[in-house]
């Protein structure tokens, strides 16, 4: 009995994963399933970019998330947007990093009083910045430059320009 009950209960913890990446695999479907096409031009580019979320592939993620927070070919879904870009970065994918800084930026530009979007453009830019990407630089040094102005705070617009003195791979561009 108790070998019995033994191998029952290791079926159930070998099966546990290969269940919950079912569940998940269905729902990120279902998710993927939500963005509307606008560009049927478009839709074996898109699909593909679907294929590749599901798949967890980070630069499908990264792209999609772009389309869905553009509204070029797909009808515009920022929550859908930034949870790509957000689960593509949060993987280490540089590109998404800098495109969630970037478009933190542009968000506090528009809300300037809103110092949750300087904290997590900030938060990606870095990420990025540390694993040598120059655009990140640039715009992690613009972010504090312009925090610095709006919040009349010389040590961001310092911050900004350490930002460019230390990453010296800025002035090869």
Same mark, same amino acid.
């Given at each position: 009995?108790? &070998?019995?009950?033994?191998? /029952?209960?290791?079926? /159930?913890?070998?099966?546990?994963? /290969?269940?919950?990446?079912?569940?998940?695999?269905?729902?990120?479907?279902?998710?993927?399933?939500?963005?509307?096409?606008?560009?049927?031009?478009?839709?074996?580019?898109?699909?593909?970019?679907?294929?590749?979320? $599901? &798949?967890?592939?980070?630069?499908?993620?990264?792209?999609?998330?772009?389309?869905?927070?553009?509204?070029? *070919?797909?009808?515009?879904?920022?929550?859908?947007?930034?949870?790509?870009?957000?689960?593509?970065?949060?993987?280490?994918?540089?590109?998404?990093?800098? +495109?969630?800084? +970037?478009?933190?930026?542009?968000?506090?530009?528009?809300?300037?009083?809103?110092?949750?979007?300087?904290?997590?453009?900030?938060?990606?830019?870095?990420?990025?910045?540390?694993?040598?990407? *120059?655009?990140?630089? !640039?715009?992690?040094?613009?972010?504090?430059?312009?925090?610095? &102005?709006?919040?009349?705070?010389?040590?961001? $617009?310092?911050?900004? !320009?350490? /930002?460019?003195?230390?990453?010296? &791979?800025?002035?090869?561009?």
């Amino acid at each position: 009995m108790r &070998k019995r009950l033994l191998s /029952v209960v290791m079926s /159930v913890l070998i099966a546990l994963p /290969v269940i919950a990446q079912k569940v998940n695999t269905d729902s990120i479907k279902a998710e993927m399933d939500k963005i509307e096409l606008t560009n049927q031009a478009m839709k074996q580019m898109i699909d593909r970019y679907k294929k590749g979320v $599901i &798949k967890g592939d980070t630069e499908s993620m990264n792209l999609l998330g772009m389309e869905c927070m553009s509204g070029k *070919n797909v009808k515009a879904n920022l929550e859908m947007g930034l949870n790509l870009l957000d689960a593509a970065a949060k993987q280490d994918y540089v590109d998404a990093q800098y +495109n969630l800084g +970037n478009y933190f930026f542009i968000f506090w530009l528009q809300k300037p009083a809103n110092d949750g979007y300087f904290s997590q453009g900030i938060k990606w830019l870095k990420k990025a910045v540390k694993a040598g990407d *120059n655009r990140s630089i !640039i715009m992690l040094a613009r972010f504090y430059n312009e925090y610095g &102005k709006y919040k009349k705070e010389p040590s961001y $617009i310092d911050g900004g !320009i350490k /930002v460019l003195e230390t990453y010296p &791979k800025v002035s090869e561009i």
